[in-house]
Structure formats: C-alpha cells, structure tokens
C-alpha cells in the first residue's frame, strides 16, 4: 500500500544509502493483474507489522504460492508457524527479519513453504470457512446476549 510521502520518502533515502536501490522496490498500492504480476515477481512476502489483526496482504501473498515473513503480533501467524507456510519472527526485530530473509534464500525450502503457504490459504482463508466461522462467532454473542439480558430481566 501507501504510507505517508514522508515516510516513504525516508525509506527511499535509506534504502538508496544502503546501496539496496536496485534489489528494493516501492510499488505503492497494486491491484487485479498489477497485484498477480508483482506477486509472481517476488521470492516471498515481509509483513513486518507491529499490530495486524489478521494479515490480508499475507494472505493474498500465501495464495500466490509465497512464503511468508510475518511478526508475531500478525493474527495468522500462528497459522503460518503450524503449517510451515513462512517464518514468524519477533515483532520490531530487523535482525529476525533479516534472518528470516537469508533463511528463506534456500530456494528448495522457499519453494516448500511456498506450497505450504498456498494449501493453507486455499483452506483456510478461501472460499466459505472464514465466512462460516464468523458468522458462527456472531451467532453466540447475540445468543450471549440475549441470554445476559433474560437473566438480567428475571432478577
């Protein structure tokens, strides 16, 4: 996506200081085919967040057969750590991160967790089951609640 142009900005300069100018892209917000194409380009997906209620962007990723390099604080990391589609790393931690990167180097084990990556979200994240769980979670809270508010009117 996009961040704010002076972040951005700051992250181009460091990025240009660092000599990475030609290894880091900046691709701002894609979608449709741009996205497929970009997805396709890559050897794995960094979500470096300190808070992610879930992680689309992985998903997304996942479903593009890349491994993933999400934080712990990313709600399908743990997802990611069970079914090997990635590596979960400590949130805020560059060096975890850059270990992660060098790991998946290997490209037998990137290929593998790529796979992984992609099972798992094509079970997991597509189609009806997220769907059906959430709806099943918001079934028992108003069922909750309503029996919360029975017995509070009985009282």
Not at 17 to 30: I, T
Not at 72 to 81: H, I, K, M, Y
Not at 131 to 142: C, D, R, V
């Amino acid at each position: 996506g996009e961040g704010s142009r002076g972040y951005t900005n700051h992250l181009k300069r460091f990025v240009k200081a660092l000599g990475l100018d030609n290894e880091v892209h900046f691709v701002g917000f894609v979608e449709g085919e741009e996205k497929k194409r970009v997805f396709a380009e890559a050897d794995v997906f960094v979500l470096p967040s300190y808070d992610e209620n879930f992680g689309m962007a992985a998903a997304e990723a996942m479903i593009a057969c890349l491994p993933v390099i999400v934080t712990d604080q990313v709600g399908l990391s743990e997802n990611v750590a069970q079914r090997k589609a990635g590596i979960v790393v400590q949130a805020g931690s560059s060096a975890a991160i850059t270990e992660a990167i060098v790991t998946l180097g290997d490209p037998g084990l990137r290929e593998e967790m790529g796979r992984n990556a992609r099972t798992l979200a094509t079970r997991e994240f597509c189609g009806g089951s997220q769907s059906t769980a959430l709806l099943a979670l918001y079934k028992k809270i108003i069922c909750d609640a309503k029996i919360e508010q029975t017995v509070g009117d009985l009282s």
